[in-house]
């Protein structure tokens, strides 16, 4: 069973750019996580998945990030115009929920963004 | 909306001895869970140890336990035999059963050989 992988591991861009995150979760697992990690601090919740459905957003998530999960599988964090604070560690997890019972989030190795 | 707090922003404990991390968290939810994960320098978030909060029993994983005190929402971290492998940040994180999680923003434990 592999674990959660995202792509790619590290981005620098310059500012204004478009950037584009993927995430695959752990096969079968229903839920998934975006968040954001700066340095020395907690991730910050962005959104979440159950299968392709977007339930949540976090009032951090502005208009210039989207977020898709199209199939139920992987998913893709896209922010637009970046600015130089959107640099930071993007963190995806995937949990599954099933009957009720309580989730763990399995956490992918982050991709780090560098905006110049 | 949930708050988690970590008071101590850095820790550090003798090899082979017992440290406690602590939690404080705020929510008007009755059911949830409680997690403490680990992110190694550079590395991966990586789960220590999960508690339900229906549930009375504190939960252990080999060297790791936790002191959950639902009404005075408390959930420490306590590691024995603390070894070298163990120093990280550590994170304690809020999940509810749907919606947003909330982690706090971490304790650095140094382990010293």
């Known amino acids: 069973d592999t674990g959660v992988s995202q792509d790619p591991r590290h981005k620098i861009t310059k500012r204004g750019q478009n950037v584009t995150f993927r995430c695959d979760p752990i096969?079968?697992?229903?839920?998934l996580y975006w968040y954001r990690q700066t340095l020395g601090q907690g991730p910050e919740f962005l959104t979440y998945?159950?299968?392709?459905?977007?339930?949540?957003k976090s009032r951090l998530l502005s208009d210039r990030f989207s977020a898709e999960r199209p199939k139920g599988s992987f998913s893709t964090l896209e922010i637009q115009r970046t600015e130089q604070g959107d640099s930071a560690m993007y963190l995806c997890?995937?949990?599954?929920?099933?009957?009720?019972?309580?989730?763990?989030?399995?956490f992918g190795p982050g991709t780090r963004l560098l905006v110049l | 909306a949930q708050t988690v707090t970590q008071s101590q922003p850095e820790m550090s404990v003798q090899e082979a001895e017992t440290v406690t991390l602590s939690c404080t968290y705020d929510?008007?939810?009755?059911?949830?869970?409680l997690f403490w994960y680990k992110q190694p320098p550079s590395r991966q978030m990586i789960l220590v140890i999960r508690?339900?909060?229906?549930?009375?029993q504190n939960a252990t994983e080999n060297r790791f336990s936790v002191n959950f005190q639902k009404a005075a929402k408390s959930f420490s971290l306590k590691i024995s035999d603390s070894q070298l492998g163990d120093t990280a940040m550590y994170f304690c994180?809020?999940?509810?059963?749907?919606?947003?999680?909330?982690f706090g923003d971490g304790t650095t434990l140094t382990v010293k050989p």
């Open positions: 997890a995937s949990s599954l929920l099933s009957g009720g019972s309580g989730e763990t989030q399995y």
């Open positions: 096969s079968e697992h229903n839920r």
């Open positions: 998945f159950q299968n392709e459905a977007q339930l949540e």
């Open positions: 929510t008007s939810e009755s059911n949830y869970y």
């Open positions: 508690q339900e909060a229906y549930k009375q």
């Open positions: 994180a809020f999940i509810p059963n749907a919606g947003k999680s909330t």
